[in-house]
C-alpha cells in the first residue's frame, strides 16, 4: 500500500490505555504497533455496535488532554509494482480523453486547426468552458513566447499548464490534529460514498489510527448494513440506531469516541441531490450538532463526487461547499467512461482539495490525488 496521510502525532491523557482496551476492536494506535490485518473470509470477531448515547459530563471526563502537535511522520515509501499498478489502472480510466488528446498531436502542425482541436476535446474531456478557454489561451502565449514549432513541444507546454492549474486542489489530509478528528462525509446517492469511507477506514488503521464509524444514513435502505460490512472487514465499530435522528446518531458516535479515546470518526450522511433544499438544511443541522458533540468538530467535511457525472459534479460542489464549507473532495469512478477533465473545471471555479481519487472497488484503488501523475494519464504524457 503506497497511499500516504501526513500525521501528527499527539500525546494521550493517562486514561487512554484503558479507553483502548474498552473499544476492543479499535485499531492500534501506538506508532510501533502493526497495522491490522483483513482476513481472507472478511470475517471479524469485533461487534458492529448499537452504541447507547454517551452523557456529556462523561465524554468531558474521560478526554482531559488536547493532542499536543509534535511532529509531522513523513509518508512511507511507495511500493514500485504497486505504483506501477495503481498508474496503469489511472491511465486505463482515463484512455478515452488522452487518445482523443494524443491524436490530435500526431504529424500536427501548429495553427488554428489544431487549437481548435484542442478546445474540442478539452470540453468533451468535461473541462468546462472556462477551464477550456483559460488552457487554450495560456497556451497559445507560451507558444509564441517561446517559439514552440514542434507538436511535441505544445504537447508538453500543455500539461505543464494542466499540472500548474491542477496543483493548488493536491493536498495531504492531515491526521492527529484534534482527538477524536471528526470527518463529515456528504455525497449524492451513487457516488460511491459509503464505499470510500471504508476504503479511508483502511488507509487510516495502516497509519495506527484507530476508527469508528457513524452510520448517520437513516434515509436509504440497507445504508446501515453496508457501512456494517464495511466495518466488520476493517475490525471498526460501527454506532448506529435502528432508525432515529442522524444528527443523534452521529452525535452519540462521537460523544463515545471521546470516552474511548479514539483517533477518528467517520460520519457517514444520507446521500441526496442538491436541489433537494429541505434534505441540504438537514445536512446544516447534522454540521452544527457535530459542533455540539465536540467543539471546533467537524475538523474535516468531504464530498464523494462521481467523475462519471461531468459538469452535474462542479454543480454539487458549489452547491455542498456553500451550504456546508467544505474541506476535501473524494472523486471517485474514474476507472469506467469517466473523461476526468471535471477536475480541471474545479481547480477554475472552486479549487477545494483532492484529497483522493478511485479507480476501482479495492482498498488500494483509492489513492491521494497527484496532479502531475492526473495529467499523464489524462494527455496520454
Same mark, same amino acid.
Given at each position: 500500500m503506497f497511499s500516504f496521510f501526513k500525521r501528527l502525532r499527539g500525546s494521550k491523557g493517562a486514561g487512554n490505555e484503558a479507553a483502548e482496551a474498552d473499544a476492543g476492536s479499535q485499531a492500534p494506535a501506538t506508532p510501533d504497533a502493526s497495522p491490522p490485518t483483513l482476513p481472507d473470509d472478511h470475517s471479524c470477531a469485533a461487534p458492529v455496535s448499537?452504541?447507547?448515547?454517551?452523557?456529556? !459530563?462523561?465524554?468531558?471526563?474521560?478526554?482531559?488532554?488536547?493532542?499536543?502537535?509534535?511532529?509531522?511522520?513523513?509518508?512511507?515509501?511507495?511500493?514500485?509494482?504497486?505504483?506501477?499498478?495503481?498508474?496503469?489502472?489511472?491511465?486505463?480510466g482515463l484512455s478515452k480523453t488522452?487518445? /482523443?488528446?494524443?491524436?490530435?498531436?500526431?504529424? *500536427?502542425?501548429?495553427? !488554428?486547426?489544431?487549437?481548435?482541436?484542442?478546445?474540442?476535446?478539452?470540453?468533451?474531456?468535461?473541462?468546462?468552458?472556462?477551464? @477550456? =478557454?483559460?488552457?487554450?489561451? %495560456?497556451?497559445?502565449?507560451?507558444?509564441?513566447?517561446?517559439?514552440? %514549432? =514542434?507538436a511535441q513541444q505544445v504537447k508538453d507546454a500543455l500539461r505543464q499548464l494542466l499540472v500548474d492549474l491542477l496543483k493548488p486542489l493536491e493536498r495531504s489530509l492531515m491526521l492527529g490534529r484534534a482527538q477524536p478528528l471528526v470527518m463529515m462525509i456528504a455525497g449524492v446517492n451513487g457516488a460511491g460514498k459509503t464505499t470510500s469511507i471504508g476504503k479511508l477506514a483502511?488507509?487510516? #488503521?495502516?497509519? /495506527?489510527?484507530?476508527?469508528?464509524?457513524?452510520?448517520?444514513? @437513516?434515509?436509504?435502505?440497507a445504508a446501515r448494513e453496508q457501512l456494517a460490512i464495511w466495518g466488520e472487514r476493517n475490525n471498526v465499530t460501527v454506532v448506529q440506531q435502528e432508525s432515529g435522528d442522524p444528527a443523534a446518531v452521529i452525535f452519540d458516535a462521537v460523544s463515545a469516541a471521546r470516552a474511548r479515546g479514539i483517533n477518528v470518526v467517520m460520519a457517514d450522511t444520507a446521500g441526496r441531490l442538491p436541489t433537494q433544499l429541505h434534505l441540504m438544511d438537514e445536512l446544516k443541522k447534522v454540521k452544527r450538532v457535530i459542533g455540539k458533540a465536540l467543539d471546533g468538530a467537524p475538523h474535516e467535511v468531504l464530498l464523494v463526487i462521481d467523475? /462519471? @457525472? &461531468? #459538469? /452535474?459534479?462542479?454543480?454539487?460542489?458549489?452547491?455542498?461547499?456553500?451550504?456546508? &464549507?467544505? @474541506?476535501?473532495?473524494?472523486? %471517485?469512478?474514474?476507472? &469506467? %467512461?469517466?473523461?476526468?477533465?471535471?477536475? *480541471?473545471?474545479?481547480?477554475?471555479?472552486?479549487p477545494i482539495p483532492v484529497y483522493f481519487i478511485g479507480v476501482g472497488e479495492k482498498v488500494e484503488d483509492l489513492q491521494p490525488f497527484v496532479a502531475e501523475e492526473f495529467a499523464d494519464a489524462l494527455l496520454g504524457s
Open positions: 448499537m452504541a447507547p448515547p454517551v452523557e456529556a !459530563d462523561e465524554a468531558e471526563d474521560a478526554y482531559e488532554d488536547e493532542p499536543e502537535a509534535v511532529e509531522i511522520v513523513p509518508p512511507p515509501a511507495p511500493d514500485a509494482s504497486a505504483k506501477k499498478s495503481w498508474l496503469s489502472r489511472l491511465k486505463s488522452s487518445s /482523443n488528446i494524443q491524436s490530435i498531436f500526431v504529424n *500536427a502542425k501548429i495553427d !488554428d486547426d489544431l487549437y481548435e482541436e484542442l478546445e474540442t476535446a478539452l470540453l468533451m474531456s468535461d473541462a468546462g468552458v472556462d477551464a @477550456t =478557454e483559460y488552457l487554450l489561451e %495560456t497556451l497559445r502565449q507560451k507558444v509564441r513566447a517561446e517559439r514552440l %514549432t =514542434e483502511k488507509h487510516m #488503521q495502516s497509519f /495506527n489510527q484507530s476508527v469508528l464509524l457513524a452510520a448517520g444514513d @437513516t434515509f436509504r435502505a467523475a /462519471n @457525472t &461531468g #459538469q /452535474n459534479a462542479l454543480t454539487q460542489v458549489k452547491v455542498f461547499d456553500d451550504a456546508l &464549507g467544505l @474541506t476535501g473532495l473524494i472523486v %471517485t469512478k474514474l476507472d &469506467g %467512461t469517466a473523461k476526468g477533465g471535471i477536475l *480541471a473545471a474545479i481547480a477554475r471555479q472552486r
